[in-house]
């Protein structure tokens, strides 16, 4: 069905257009629908929203004097598109979306993942975080610093279990530009692993 913003005519007669226009009617209802409660939905939620989809652009927006915009864009491929809250006149855009491993890996003794090239960012900052196993008792969990410029990543350990400290366990480093999750255990395979990436900022 499509929407016909140009009737009805000054020269139509109302039964000659009704069909147009009820058609009209229902694709705003169905336009509406996407994201939103429908138009034609008498209930209390009525007018709210459903979710939010961000169709991703290609050149950051500009904001002026008290406008806040959220948006999507994807500042290098291997990131994908990345949400992201600007704040008034222009100010540094804050990202909200993060990256995470999908499922479980195993790491072999002193071999590691590739977690995220940050070639062609201008600078980064961000939290690298690791899992290993899931319970409370077999827990490892370790956190990293991550920072970007444009040509050096660096990495730094911000804080472990009890359980990991010590244990030549994964770790997380730079290859070049190449942020890595590193098993240095030298007689240890490493299953169980998930990682995760939050971004502080992303330009």
Known sequence: MVYKKSIPQPTDNLDDSQVDLLNNFTQLDDSFDVD???????????????????VKQTAEPTTA??????????PIAATGPIQFSKGESDSVPTPVTGMHLSGL??????????????SGLTRATCLASSVRN??????????????????????????????????????????????????????????????????????
Do not use: C, M
């Open 36 to 54: 939103h409660v429908a138009f034609s939905d008498t209930t209390a939620d009525n007018g709210r929203h459903k979710t939010v989809t961000f």
């Open 65 to 74: 004097a008290d406008q806040v915009k959220g948006y999507t864009i994807e």
């Open 105 to 118: 890996t195993t790491l072999a003794t002193l071999s590691s993942v590739d977690v995220l090239d940050f």
């Open 134 to 203: 899931g319970d409370a008792t077999g827990g490892r969990d370790s956190l990293y610093y991550v920072a970007f410029d444009g040509t050096n990543l660096r990495v730094a350990e911000a804080a472990k279990t009890p359980q990991e400290s010590g244990s030549g366990s994964p770790i997380f480093r730079a290859s070049g530009t190449t942020l890595q999750l590193y098993n240095s255990n030298s007689s240890v395979s490493v299953t169980n692993i998930t990682w995760s990436l939050t971004f502080l900022r992303l330009e």
